[in-house]
């Protein structure tokens, strides 16, 4: 089952994985204690320097984090692509994206502008060198799957996004670039949200879902065209910015219907499991999906002249979507991984991977989740309630770290063991 279509023999160390996936949690716990300080009259407020300042720790030190360590497992793994010397690779650009992250957070968050210059370069060089190495190795690889694809997709848009993000770091400095600074906005977050991590999630979905779930493929059309279609429409759309909005509107509903495809069909396959038992990580997928496809539809109906609260709320969903699976991805890959790297070392008491993390303790999580997002889509409404939300995700993120943080434990007690180590 775990050889279908991978590459072990060049799995990374697993300290390569673990450091990003460790970090996760602790960007949670930054993220709620800001949702707790945070003005709740104010924070549904896109523009707003605290939302702005959540928003980054969500998707730079939660997804991005997430994204990171994934293409650093992948690459070898999925695509056959090895790195040099993985480690020291992933220590530095690690420290980076981390102290990039908090720098440009805070910079919001308490309003000082010099913090944002200090961010730009570490954030830059660690996604540049990022773009710039997985790139450059998936380009090689000769057996290009739809896995691989995606990722390459993935990977060339979070170059875009990169690129936008600079501009628009330029635009609000007061340089006149052509494009307004919330057009510049708007293709630096498309490019980021639905182009990196969207259709990095998707790449890994191909993969991981028929792996782990033991469900048949996806369908043909779904896995050679959709990671060709998203950023290639998403590239697009910029120059309509300037001279047809009504076009770029129209590119948005069509990347909007891609992604609900994409979410119908993934309910699907997870509904035609071999094996029917729904695990917590099942229930995860399918919460995020299931927000992911409200997202879509909110999104649409506010382009149509919905107003803002559908619009607010589709944001909120994509970002519930976007944290149901990396919380689904994590409980599978970090016990696989613990599971592999200890039974390649010969370990007699290795685990089997449902004992990592038993379902004792992801089960609570799971229900810690949906009171999240009940929470949050009724703060929308209801904004000192956001306060509940902070909360909520503050006792979240605690209790994923410390199941992550057992699962970390059992290895380092196992791994001096193995009768090959």
Not at 41 to 63: K, Q
Not at 175 to 186: A, E, I, K, Q
Not at 380 to 399: D, M, R
Request: charged share 10%.
């Amino acid at each position: 089952m775990f050889n279908r279509g991978l590459s072990l023999d060049q799995a990374p160390p697993f300290a390569v994985v673990l450091r990003f996936f460790l970090t996760i949690p602790l960007f949670g716990i930054l993220a709620s204690l800001a949702v707790l300080g945070a003005d709740t009259s104010t924070l549904w407020l896109w523009e707003a320097p605290e939302t702005v300042a959540v928003v980054h720790l969500v998707v730079l030190g939660i997804a991005g984090m997430a994204m990171v360590g994934a293409l650093f497992q992948m690459l070898p793994v999925i695509a056959g692509a090895s790195i040099r010397d993985p480690l020291y690779h992933a220590r530095w650009i690690h420290a980076f994206i981390a102290f990039g992250t908090l720098t440009l957070s805070g910079g919001f968050y308490f309003a000082l502008e010099g913090m944002f210059h200090t961010a730009l370069l570490p954030l830059l060089g660690a996604f540049g060198f990022v773009v710039f190495l997985m790139f450059s190795k998936l380009l090689k690889v000769e057996n290009k799957t739809p896995s691989v694809v995606g990722m390459i997709a993935a990977v060339a848009a979070l170059g875009f996004g990169l690129f936008f993000a600079l501009l628009a770091m330029l635009a609000f400095m007061g340089v006149d670039l052509g494009f307004s600074l919330p057009v510049l906005r708007t293709v630096h977050m498309h490019f980021m949200l639905f182009g990196w991590i969207g259709m990095l999630i998707m790449a890994v979905a191909f993969q991981v879902i028929e792996m782990f779930y033991v469900t048949p493929p996806y369908p043909e059309a779904v896995r050679k065209w959709f990671p060709l279609a998203i950023p290639g429409i998403l590239a697009l759309q910029v120059p309509f910015y300037l001279v047809s909005p009504a076009v770029v509107t129209v590119l948005d509903f069509v990347v909007g219907a891609l992604f609900l495809v994409f979410a119908i069909v993934t309910l699907k396959r997870l509904a035609q499991r071999k094996r029917p038992v729904a695990d917590t990580t099942v229930w995860l997928w399918r919460t995020g999906l299931a927000s992911l496809a409200a997202s879509v539809l909110l999104a649409l109906f506010s382009t149509v002249g919905g107003g803002e609260t559908p619009f607010v709320l589709a944001a909120l969903l994509f970002g519930y979507f976007v944290l149901s699976i990396v919380f689904a991805m994590s409980y599978k890959i970090v016990p696989f991984l613990v599971w592999f790297h200890l039974n390649a070392k010969g370990v007699l008491e290795c685990p089997m991977m449902g004992d990592v993390i038993p379902a004792s303790r992801m089960r609570p999580h799971l229900w810690l989740h949906w009171a999240l997002g009940i929470s949050f889509l009724v703060a929308s409404f209801v904004p000192p309630l956001w306060k509940a939300v902070g909360a909520i995700f503050l006792i979240e993120s605690i209790l994923y770290g410390i199941n992550l943080v057992g699962a970390t434990r059992i290895y380092y007690q196992l791994k001096d063991k193995g009768i090959l180590s």
